[in-house]
T-cell receptor, first 112, second 114 residues
Framework: SQTIHQWPATLVQPVGSPLSLECTVE??????LYWYRQAAGRGLQLLFY??????ISSEVPQNLSASRPQDRQFILSSKKLLLSDSGFYLC???????????FGQGTRLTVV | AQTVTQSQPEMSVQEAETVTLSCTYD???????LFWYKQPPSRQMILVIR????KQQNATENRFSVNFQKAAKSFSLKISDSQLGDTAMYFC???????????WGAGTKLIIKP
């Protein structure tokens, strides 16, 4: 079965500091990968999705960027965090063969 | 644009009652997949049930069943004999066959009261 390892689970960062959240995939090759943000009490907002190495589509203009250096690695980054970047970030994947999505544990980011 | 709409931000029912969560979607695609995901307070996402658009028979998974109306583009989730552990956010999601991009509804917060 497909799994996603996402870390860290919680993170507190000062305003202006850089960010790097990473997720890695096991159990499938060439998955579609997604980064979502969930603000408190709200639904999932798609930030980035990737259909392959080096291929990133951005859904929402913002202070964040994403990269996919390897087939099973997806990284969410920021050069300088803003207070508004606080939230719950979820990495998701989707195996092309069965279209079922699978999720990481999520990262709760607090920018102070 | 392809969208998923969950019109009920929050619902609350008594334990053992039956509850139905609504989901409608908009697409011009003919082939796609529909999902209901549960997100408990732990924030983990758990697949509840999935439906292929080409299948007319409604999917069922234990106490969970769907009412899939393709012409109406409706995909409601029915939870029978609700349990306290069903308390969670429920997300309806859609994957079109053409680009496999996940599209999510805003979610419905379901509270099961003892």
């Amino acid at each position: 079965s497909q799994t996603i390892h996402q870390w860290p689970a919680t993170l507190v960062q000062p305003v202006g500091s850089p960010l790097s959240l990473e997720c890695t995939v096991e159990g499938t090759s060439n998955p579609n990968l997604y980064w979502y943000r969930q603000a408190a009490g709200r639904g999932l907002q798609l930030l980035f999705y990737s259909v392959g190495i080096g291929q990133i589509s951005s859904e929402v203009p913002q202070n964040l960027s994403a990269s996919r250096p390897q087939d099973r690695q997806f990284i969410l980054s920021s050069k300088k965090l803003l207070l508004s970047d606080s939230g719950f970030y979820l990495c998701a994947g989707e195996a092309r063969l069965n279209t079922e999505a699978f999720f990481g544990q999520g990262t709760r980011l607090t920018v102070v | 644009a392809q969208t998923v709409t969950q019109s009920q931000p929050e619902m609350s029912v008594q334990e053992a009652e039956t509850v139905t969560l609504s989901c409608t979607y908009d697409t011009s695609e003919n082939n796609y997949y529909l999902f209901w995901y549960k997100q408990p307070p732990s924030r983990q996402m758990i697949l509840v049930i999935r439906q292929e658009a080409y299948k007319q028979q409604n999917a069922t998974e234990n106490r969970f069943s769907v009412n899939f109306q393709k012409a109406a583009k409706s995909f409601s989730l029915k939870i029978s004999d609700s349990q306290l552990g069903d308390t969670a956010m429920y997300f309806c999601a859609f994957i079109p066959d053409s680009n496999y991009q996940l599209i999510w509804g805003a979610g419905t917060k379901l509270i099961i009261k003892p």
